[in-house]
């Protein structure tokens, strides 16, 4: 492996444990201003610090990160469909990587969609991705999309599509949890890192982290299970400290809650997804009382 790409696989999964925390904002490419997102510069802003590598696309990189700030950058080049058209999987490449040489990037990261009508179209892009990354030292992570298809998230489908991304050259693979998780990561040959997922309850997406990191992850690429979060600093905080401090799940809900504490909110107002949460329970109650 050359110098330059070695140094640039550094940045992102760190060499004294060999793990990594990415924190991903690229939703935007295909869910527009999705919640707690609309603003992407104030979401992203405070947690930078607590993230080795930053994956977003780079309209928002433009926009929204501070170019003075050394964090690591997997840019997202691929899309072209968006969550209200016919079919998540029609994606081609959209960046080159002359642009992302310009931007400083560490990494290009695109989907594939395997076992989709636009399979072929996906992997094929993959491959000529690694050619041209690799002419500059650049590793490419390829993300295991499954589109709308969230059934497909078992041990089989996903070690076959990792395994299929490590052939075709990816050096960094992100994929979903799965039972049986160790099958999909023993039968890839490089890091394999998990996807957090649609928003779960804190304490779930903590174990959802250490269940992955303990199956042989090489880290997480999390966004909404952290900046969906009511706070969102104490969540990235606990993650890191499962990923790279080796803590339990209780003892990362332990120091998110004890974060919380610390930093309460403004007003102590909670995030509409919370309040409707609330409402919601309150409302099963008094049900329950008729």
Not at 154 to 160: M, V
């Amino acid at each position: 492996m050359d110098w330059g790409l070695q140094n640039r696989l550094s940045r992102i999964i760190k060499p004294n444990d060999g793990k990594a925390v990415m924190l991903a904002v690229d939703h935007g490419y295909f869910l527009g201003p999705t919640e707690s997102l609309e603003q992407p510069k104030k979401t992203i802003h405070p947690l930078l610090k607590y993230c080795d590598s930053l994956m977003l696309t780079r309209g928002i990189l433009r926009t929204s990160v501070d170019a003075r700030f050394p964090v690591p950058v997997v840019l997202r080049v691929s899309g072209g469909s968006s969550i209200i058209g016919q079919d998540l999987s029609n994606e081609k490449i959209t960046t080159s990587v002359k642009d992302a040489i310009r931007l400083n990037v560490s990494a290009l990261a695109m989907s594939i969609f395997v076992g989709s009508k636009n399979e072929h179209n996906t992997l094929v892009s993959l491959g000529h991705l690694v050619n041209d990354a690799e002419e500059y030292g650049i590793p490419v992570l390829a993300v295991t999309a499954v589109g709308k298809e969230l059934e497909k998230r078992d041990a089989r489908y996903l070690s076959l599509s990792c395994r299929i991304a490590a052939e075709f050259g990816a050096h960094i693979v992100k994929t979903y949890y799965c039972d049986n998780f160790e099958k999909v990561v023993d039968s890839c040959p490089v890091p394999v890192i998990i996807a957090g997922g649609p928003k779960l309850e804190e304490h779930a997406a903590l174990e959802l982290a250490h269940n992955a990191v303990k199956a042989g992850a090489a880290g997480v690429d999390m966004g909404r299970n952290i900046w969906q979060s009511v706070y969102p600093v104490p969540m990235i905080r606990a993650v890191r400290a499962i990923v790279h401090g080796n803590v339990n799940v209780n003892e990362a809900y332990d120091l998110f809650k004890r974060l919380c504490k610390e930093n309460p909110l403004k007003n102590n107002k909670p995030k509409p997804q919370t309040q409707k949460l609330k409402n919601k329970s309150k409302n099963i109650k008094q049900k329950k009382k008729k």
